[in-house]
Nanobody
């Protein structure tokens, strides 16, 4: 089993920044991907960003966040970060941390990000 705990959500004005963190614990495989998804009311859950295993793992971003969000990880701490800059109202959603390997998927409980003036 893998447990994921997110932190860092909150209310921010348009154009502002937030950093989300997710710590993984439990039986974490050496080869896995970690990342962030989000779900806004009435919409499907979508990929925000993901990063592969290791401190130099490949990254992948959703089109709507490219150039504004940056994902990074600290392998030793089993932690993944999402730096979100130039936030827009349409970024408002519940953000979920994800860890996946083989056919298994693990999710955090979610953290709310609200972008509003």
């Amino acid at each position: 089993q893998v447990q994921l705990v997110e932190s860092g959500g909150g209310l921010v004005q348009p154009g502002g920044s937030l950093t989300l963190s997710c710590v993984a614990s439990g039986s974490i495989p050496s080869l896995h991907a970690m990342g962030w998804f989000r779900q806004a009311p009435g919409k499907q859950r979508e990929l925000v960003a993901a990063v592969g295993s290791g401190d130099g793992g490949m990254t992948n971003y959703g089109e709507s966040v490219k150039g504004r969000f940056t994902i990074s990880r600290d392998g030793a701490k089993h932690t993944v970060y999402l730096q979100m800059n130039n936030l827009k109202p349409e970024d408002t959603a519940v953000y979920y941390c994800h860890l996946g390997y083989a056919s298994r998927n693990y999710w955090g409980q979610g953290t709310q990000v609200t972008v509003s003036s």
